[in-house]
Nanobody, 125 residues
């Protein structure tokens, strides 16, 4: 089992930055693809970004390209999401997710087996 705990959320003004962290425990994440999803009020949980187990591939949803960066530090068993130039529409609960490595990018919720509890990001205009 992999336990995931997100941190780093908060309230920020539009144009500001936040860095989210996802600390894993229970198992090392060396062999896991990792992702961030988000869920805004009244909306479905949506894919934001993913990084494969070797850090050789990253994928971003169009709305965050050029603003968000996913990274991982396997030695620290942690994944990060650097969010710059934040917009009010980025307001959501952000969730970290993990799955055993496999071919292809995991864009769907059902492709991930492990989830954190989420961290709230609120961007004011």
């Amino acid at each position: 089992q992999v336990q995931l705990v997100e941190s780093g959320g908060g309230l920020v003004q539009a144009g500001g930055s936040l860095r989210l962290s996802c600390a894993a425990s229970g198992r090392t994440i060396n062999n896991y693809d990792m992702a961030w999803f988000r869920q805004a009020p009244g909306k479905e949980r949506e894919f934001v970004t993913a990084i494969n187990w070797r850090s050789s591939s990253t994928t971003y949803t169009d709305s965050v390209k050029g603003r968000f960066t996913i990274s991982r530090d396997n030695a620290k068993n942690t994944v990060y999401l650097q969010m710059n130039s934040l917009k009010p529409e980025d307001t959501a609960i952000y969730y970290c997710a993990a799955r055993r490595y496999r071919m292809g990018v995991g864009l769907g919720r059902t492709e991930y087996n492990y989830w954190g509890q989420g961290t709230q990001v609120t961007v004011s205009s």
